[in-house]
């Protein structure tokens, strides 16, 4: 397995239905508790809670990425799984097409020497640059999402209580930017501040993640106190691969799993749940293959994502192109997002926290537009 990096963990209650069946303690007194989506506007305040569902819990949850990272190493570790520590992955090892390990060497050191370790499968997971599983032919898909994300932690007086807070119009002067800016409680009084956006933003390339991370921050109440004093770390910025914006996610002898496959929620860059989600499917899929001694199964696998998200992302990505259109984005952030009801049932879809047909009436809209959209 090589593992993914990423810069936060911000778990909704679909992520954190995923670590609790992984035996994860979401009890843990390291997270911090978060129970819904407080919405702004410019001209507007809702308070969302999580929907209340059977097949997902009413809450998510927050924890700093480096103990929630220990965390799911001790439990890999307890189930049997071999940890090489200060060690990078520098690329597969392909014998006639097929991926038969990896390259490794000490991380701190680039002009080391490698060492080769041979495995029966590979599984690719090593975060939103993706590079490990190139050389084996896994490209970008330019056809589909991508966004830009920027970051950075603060100490201030300034508490959103047990809530994600959620910024859905971005202005810089006058001009509306077709993403989101967030805040969030980290542990230890900190808060987390960031901002997202889409490729589908006809201006995307001329907007840098630090100059939107700025335009963000500029709008925010100077009573909050989110000066460069307050700051805490550097301001870090990365990719969001989207929709499953990486292919194929198999080769022979690899599986492609969470943010290295774009498993990345169109709606709202969410991907902890899909990089929980995905890992299982290949590693139910991969136990089949081999107990029965039949490697081609594992081939199925984007077949499976497919199956399990196609829908639903197709859907995300018409959402996409539509908020990539200032007009439609203008219009929405006016008629749109002022309505409780309306958002109550954007925060089910945006976050896919549904019990499908046997729930309540958004679920059941919710369900007969998934399955109205085509699976791909």
């Known amino acids: 397995m090589i593992a993914e990096h990423t810069i936060d963990t911000d778990v909704p209650p679909r992520g954190v239905a995923a670590i609790r069946d992984m035996g994860i303690d979401t009890e843990d007194p390291g997270f911090e508790k978060v129970i819904g989506l407080r919405v702004y506007t410019r001209n507007s305040m809702l308070q969302l809670p999580w929907p209340e569902l059977t097949s997902f819990p009413g809450y998510g949850l927050v924890m700093p990425r480096d103990r929630f990272d220990h965390l799911l190493v001790q439990r890999a570790v307890k189930a049997g799984a071999r940890l090489m520590e200060q060690t990078e992955a520098v690329s597969p090892v392909i014998v006639d097409g097929w991926v038969q390990g990896a390259e490794v060497r000490p991380s701190a050191d680039k002009n080391a020497d490698t060492t080769r370790i041979r495995a029966r499968v590979v599984v690719a997971s090593d975060g939103a640059a993706g590079r490990f599983a190139r050389p084996a032919g896994v490209r970008r898909d330019a056809s589909r999402p991508l966004g830009i994300a920027a970051r950075r932690y603060y100490r201030t007086s300034y508490r959103p209580g047990p809530w994600f807070e959620s910024w859905l119009d971005l202005w810089d002067g006058d001009m509306l930017l077709p993403r989101y800016g967030w805040l969030f409680p980290v542990a230890g009084g900190r808060i987390n501040l960031g901002a997202g956006l889409l490729n589908t933003f006809r201006h995307f390339e001329e907007v840098s993640a630090q100059q939107l991370f700025a335009a ?134 945006m976050g896919n926290l549904t019990d499908g047909r046997d729930g309540d009436a958004q679920d059941r809209l919710f369900h007969a537009l998934t399955m109205l959209a085509r699976a791909s």
Do not use: C, H
């Not at 989207?242 to 969410?270: H, K």
């Not at 107990?291 to 018409?318: C, E, H, N």
């Open 216 to 349: 963000f921050a500029r709008m925010l109440p100077a009573e909050w106190g989110l000066t460069d004093d307050a700051t805490e770390g550097r301001l870090l910025s990365g990719p969001l691969p989207m929709s499953f914006n990486r292919s194929p996610q198999a080769v022979p002898g690899m599986l492609v799993v969470g943010d290295a496959a774009g498993a990345v929620n169109p709606f709202n860059g969410e991907g902890i749940a899909y990089a929980m989600e995905t890992a299982k499917l290949a590693a139910d899929l991969l136990s089949e293959a081999l107990v029965k001694d039949r490697p081609g199964l594992a081939m199925r696998y984007p077949q499976l994502l497919s199956d399990t998200y196609g829908r639903y992302f197709f859907i995300g990505r018409q959402f996409a192109k539509m908020i990539g259109n200032p007009a439609v984005m203008g219009r929405a952030t006016k008629y749109l997002l002022p309505n409780r009801r309306v958002m109550a049932f954007a925060l089910r879809v």
